[in-house]
Nanobody, 114 residues
Framework: VQLQASGGGLVQAGGSLRLSCATS????????MGWFRQVPGKEREFVAA????????DYADSVQGRFTISKNNARGTVYLQMNNLKPEDTAVYYC????????WGQGTLVTVSS
């Protein structure tokens, strides 16, 4: 399972970014897809997830109402729309896919300046 995350960058507080995770149409259509983030020296933490048929999404309390996870099965891509970004959202963001076993992509760095 290959996952390619992109879209990170530097943004001011209050701004927006959209992360993308490219994989195959089959993976996106069958697996639960998610986003996690990690700050150096801390454990990786859950951010958001979407199930295989897009009928269920879950969010960490810290991003609820600001972040939206979605996917395009035909493009084999999962998105994380991040609005009203805060400095504490600064982290390396990782895409993941799971059907029991968790597969990780490489991270993309998001830096939010105050």
């Amino acid at each position: 399972v290959q996952l390619q995350a992109s879209g990170g960058g530097l943004v001011q507080a209050g701004g927006s970014l959209r992360l993308s995770c490219a994989t195959s149409r089959e993976i996106v259509s069958i697996y639960t897809m998610g986003w996690f983030r990690q700050v150096p020296g801390k454990e990786r933490e859950f951010v958001a997830a979407i199930n295989w048929n897009s009928r269920r999404t879950d969010y960490a309390d810290s991003v609820q109402g600001r972040f939206t996870i979605s996917k395009n099965n035909a493009r084999g891509t999962v998105y994380l729309q991040m609005n009203n970004l805060k400095p504490e959202d600064t982290a390396v963001y990782y895409c993941a896919a799971t059907s029991g076993i968790v597969y990780w992509g490489q991270g993309t760095l998001v830096t939010v300046s105050s």
